[in-house]
């Protein structure tokens, strides 16, 4: 099973919607896919038309793989499977701390549920946490979406920096532009100077569009109710893109 | 997630049945209708109704491209399928992968038989909650029976919760029992069964339970009282040239009975004994032609594999040779089939097993005979193939498949007296010996067919080339023999282990 996920210190970013439209390009060509939606904000089970939990979800996120499987709902997607936000990223952080081995505890749980899946997507909530902890153990990959600009640039540098002290050795890390805004000068001069970054960032950028933002109002990933849209077809050469490195 | 198959009553029409659910709306389960389709369905089965037993149905979705194949389970969820160009006849038509492995699994080399054609209009709904998620999937299929003055059939309804909505699944199964479905029986084939040609049926079980304190002219005769059934089962079936096994399986029963009758030699008078072995050997005898090219045919695309291309191209014209003679020979057995004679033997064969007069031939209890005629084959076998050294002596080959066959049936058709496990045991040895032996025998015959049907042909443009590429095929199947002759030795020393031989003298001796 591959494991990506879809993370950033920085919130605001488009990690949600890419990791919405990727996990539901993955569904489409046929491979059972699951996303885990980590962020307690619960964009991901929103944009899916799922409920969050509400009770036990942290405790069942330790108990382990049975009880995880009875939370799974299946989307209107084929293939597409969501596995909802919990209430609360505090509580998440608590009852994992006070497992065994805290920092692998998501990685042990992603591996009992292997055979059930092709693919896991991770949508993750913003900060450096316990939580984030446990994806960049159980990842295969990390995916990094970045508004082109000055702070965004530093926070990925922060990142970068935490993750050569902390972070698992060979983690992949896939930095790309989203929310780009050809207009700004601001975004094309920093998108231009990431030859010389550390990260090599992904050759796909991802245009503003307000066809991503109607995600929250239409409930659903942009490929349903925008497939020409500039946005849509961007995601599409993004997961050709990732494929190929993964 | 479950998929559940209901019956809507009779004269359920859709559109009345969706107005019916819509009055039951509420903002956690709201129907939604989407546009019908229509399908045209074809059943198959194997003529032993291998799938159908093995709880699924195969259907083939005749689409404008392309078809759809699938296995469903009972709840009419596909359990596979594939999409192809056009329908198959055999699981080996499909390319490698998991369909064709599943499939193939259940029918092996039986061909795949058409069983009804339905058609079917689809109407998709689905049930939505309050935040317009899907939580319910399903369709109303209404059907009838494809071509001029279809017959119709129950309308069916499909339903399937959605991972994680069980009360919802269940809510909607609630609503369609209020309108009077019911659930559906095993498999959707079922339904169509007062309209089926052919029904389903279990195959027979050839194997017959004997007691042990039974008199052997008793169980003997039970014996041949099942293969006869097995014999009389294939005969419709070769007839119609439905599937080659037919013969086959035809061939085998008969030789069952003819190597059950000598091997218990003392069950009935000899004359009358005699008599019948005769008159199966003369029933038999026009099946074998048949059954030689079959198999023949069957293997030609394996074989034609070992030549060169262009060689492997010039061979065509003695496989429509190879065609042309099966045809014959399957309209000789026909003939023999359509003649009063077999029909007299058959009804003769039963009444002479059913009269008492045979009855008090052997009063030796049958797990007694049992027990020396199957030590008797197994020291036959043993000292013939003891006595072959080289193993290119090709008549020393073909009599051991012979013994090897005798004490095959003589373990089948009386094993039940004796412990299964060892029966199984020993019969697994012996067949791996027996499929190298049949192989050889195969390669041997193949090749004098490959020469007869270059003999037959017809002078005609490409003459020279086929016979050419004749040549080459003997020299093929010539090589082929030598691998499996030199296999025989390491299979035959396996058959003759100290372990087994301990087994069969504890047994039987």
């Not at chain 2, 998709?124 to 017959?151: C, M, Q, Y």
């Not at chain 2, 005629?373 to 193993?391: F, N, T, V």
Request: with cysteine; net charge neutral.
């Amino acid at each position: 099973m591959q494991v990506i996920a879809c993370f950033n210190i920085k919130g605001g970013v488009g990690k949600t919607a890419s990791a919405v439209n990727l996990a539901y390009l993955s569904a489409k060509e046929g491979k059972r896919t699951l996303l885990w939606d980590l962020d307690s904000q619960g964009a991901a089970t929103f944009y899916l038309r799922v409920k969050t939990l509400i009770k036990g979800g942290s405790k069942k996120l330790v108990r382990g793989r049975q009880d995880l499987l009875e939370v799974i709902r299946e989307t209107d997607f084929e293939h597409l499977d969501l596995l909802p936000a919990y209430f609360s990223n505090r509580k998440i952080d608590i009852a994992l701390s006070q497992s065994k081995n805290p920092t692998k505890r998501i990685a042990a749980l992603i591996r009992s549920f292997e055979e059930d899946y092709d693919r896991l997507f991770l949508d993750c909530a913003p900060g450096l946490t316990l939580v984030s902890e446990n994806i960049f153990e159980a990842a295969n990959a990390v995916l990094a979406p970045t508004i082109p600009s000055t702070l965004a640039m530093r926070t990925l540098e922060q990142l970068r920096s935490h993750l050569d002290k902390n972070g698992p050795a060979g983690l992949m890390v896939l930095p790309f532009f989203c929310m780009v805004d050809r207009r700004k000068k601001l975004h094309k001069e920093c998108i231009s100077k990431t030859e010389a970054h550390p990260f090599r960032f992904l050759d796909t950028a991802i245009p503003y569009a307000s066809a991503v933002e109607q995600m929250g109002l239409k409930r659903a990933p942009v490929h349903e109710y925008a497939a020409n849209n500039e946005a849509a077809q961007a995601y599409s050469a993004l997961w050709a893109e990732l494929m190929s490195k993964l | 997630m479950t998929t559940n198959l209901l019956h809507l009553p009779e004269k359920s029409e859709p559109h009345r049945i969706f107005e019916q659910l819509k009055k039951h709306d509420q903002p956690t389960l709201r129907l939604v209708t989407d546009a019908p389709t229509e399908a045209r369905i074809d059943y198959s089965d194997t003529y032993d109704w291998r799938i159908f037993r093995a709880g699924l149905t195969f259907k083939t979705n005749i689409g404008n491209p392309r078809v759809t194949l699938s296995l469903d389970d009972k709840d009419g969820r596909a359990s596979a399928h594939f999409d192809c160009e056009k329908p198959i006849a055999f699981a080996n038509q499909l390319p490698p992968g998991v369909f064709r492995e599943k499939l193939y699994s259940i029918t092996d080399v039986r061909r795949l038989l058409p069983i009804a054609s339905v058609d079917e209009q689809v109407h998709p709904f689905r049930f939505l909650n309050e935040d317009e998620k899907t939580v319910v999937r399903g369709a109303l299929i209404s059907r009838e029976t494809a071509g001029e003055g279809g017959i119709p059939l129950p309308t069916l309804v499909r339903l399937r919760g959605l991972r994680g909505y069980r009360s919802e699944l269940d809510a909607a199964l609630d609503l369609f029992r209020q309108s009077g479905a019911k659930p559906s029986p095993e498999s959707e084939l079922e339904d169509l069964v007062p309209v089926l040609e052919r029904k389903p049926h279990l195959p027979r079980d050839l194997k017959v339970h004997l007691e042990d304190d039974e008199h052997a002219t008793a169980s003997a005769k039970r014996v041949f009282l099942r293969l006869l059934d097995e014999v009389e089962d294939q005969k419709q079936g070769i007839l119609d040239d439905l599937d080659i096994e037919f013969v086959h399986d035809f061939r085998v029963a008969i030789r069952r009975t003819r190597s059950v009758l000598k091997n218990f030699a003392r069950v009935f008078p000899d004359d009358d004994r005699i008599k019948f072995n005769k008159a199966f050997a003369d029933l038999v005898r026009p099946s074998g032609p048949v059954r030689d090219r079959d198999v023949y045919l069957q293997k030609t695309d394996t074989y034609l594999q070992g030549l060169p291309a262009e060689a492997a191209a010039d061979f065509a014209p003695l496989i429509d040779q190879a065609k042309r003679s099966r045809n014959q020979a399957q309209d000789n057995l026909v003939k023999l089939l359509r003649e009063p004679e077999y029909a007299k033997l058959v009804k003769g064969w039963r009444k002479y097993l059913r009269s008492e007069d045979s009855d008090a031939h052997s009063t030796l209890p049958i797990r007694e005979l049992a027990k020396k005629r199957i030590w008797k084959a197994y020291k036959r076998l043993r000292e013939a193939g003891d006595a072959i050294e080289d193993h290119h002596e090709i008549e020393r080959l073909h009599e051991l498949r012979i013994d090897a066959k005798r004490l095959r049936y003589a373990l089948e058709a009386f094993g039940s007296l004796f412990p299964d496990g060892s029966i199984k045991l020993l019969t697994k040895k012996l067949k791996a010996l027996q499929d190298n032996l049949g192989d050889l025998q195969d390669l041997a015959v193949h090749q004098g067919l490959v020469a007869e049907h270059a003999e037959q042909l017809p002078a005609s443009e490409g003459y020279r080339k086929a016979l050419l590429a004749a040549g080459r095929m003997v020299a093929h199947l010539d090589a082929l023999a030598v691998q499996e002759r030199d296999r025989f030795h390491g299979l035959y020393a396996t058959f003759r282990e100290q372990e087994q031989h301990e087994l069969y003298r504890r047994l039987f001796k």
